[in-house]
Antibody
Framework: EVQLVESGGGLVTPGGSLRLSCAAS????????MNWVRQAPGKGLEWVSS????????YYADSVKGRFTISRDNAKNSLYLQINSLRAEDTAVYYC?????????????WGQGTLVTVSS | DIQMTQSPSSLSASVGDRVTITCQAS??????LNWYQQKPGKAPKLLIY???NLETGVPSRFSGSGSGTDFIFTISSLQPEDIATYYC?????????FGQGTNLEIK
């Protein structure tokens, strides 16, 4: 069974930092592109960042470019998101999401999400 | 960025009804369009990928069609468990963008 378990969320003051982690199991992590997608309270879905299986290709939404850094450790089956210079508008549930297959950017497996709250 | 416009934003229908949601892209995205279902308090679930391909395990009452800029998502016979918010998402170009969502309720 595919499992994605996020951790690292919490309450942080504006300008602060957090590192989100996602532990993956049940599939060949090293062969899958991975993503972070977030959802602000009561709002829709927003794609944040993607990383290819070997970390060769990395993409970010403009809203987080320069502040967020996606990375992965295939030996540990883990995905990370370093989030710096946090703003109130970054408050959201952050989901770790697996790509469906090569060439199809469909998000077929989602974690339960970790809540990041940015507030003074 | 490619804008995805869903309509309607909310919808009320009866059990057994045929339900249709549309998604329009601001530019041609071929068939690079997916549909998701999100129930309250839960993570989204992939239903349809590449415009019309049903994800494994998804009931056949769900279907998708379209290409280019105009796409349709259909529930052929609404069931009580289909109450959720539905999102379209394009992957023709980064940033991958979602529609604003359609909140489906039972009448």
């Amino acid at each position: 069974e595919v499992q994605l378990v996020e951790s690292g969320g919490g309450l942080v003051t504006p300008g602060g930092s957090l590192r989100l982690s996602c532990a993956a199991s049940g599939f060949t992590f090293s062969g899958s592109s991975m993503n972070w997608v977030r959802q602000a309270p009561g709002k829709g879905l927003e794609w944040v960042s993607s990383i290819s299986s070997s970390s060769s290709y990395i993409y970010y939404a403009d809203s987080v470019k320069g502040r967020f850094t996606i990375s992965r450790d295939n030996a540990k089956n883990s995905l990370y998101l370093q989030i710096n210079s946090l703003r109130a508008e970054d408050t959201a549930v952050y989901y770790c999401v697996k790509d469906y297959q090569a060439g199809v950017v469909a998000f077929d497996c989602w974690g339960q999400g970790t809540l990041v709250t940015v507030s003074s | 960025d490619i804008q995805m416009t869903q309509s309607p934003s909310s919808l009320s229908a009866s059990v057994g009804d045929r339900v249709t949601i549309t998604c329009q892209a601001s530019q041609d995205i071929s068939n690079y369009l997916n549909w998701y279902q999100q129930k309250p308090g839960k993570a989204p679930k992939l239903l349809i990928y590449d415009g019309s391909n049903l994800e494994t395990g998804v009931p056949s009452r769900f279907s998708g069609s379209g290409s280019g800029t105009d796409f349709i998502f259909t529930i052929s016979s609404l069931q009580p468990e289909d109450i959720a918010t539905y999102y379209c998402q394009q992957y023709d170009n980064v940033p991958y963008t979602f529609g604003q969502g359609t909140n489906l309720e039972i009448k």
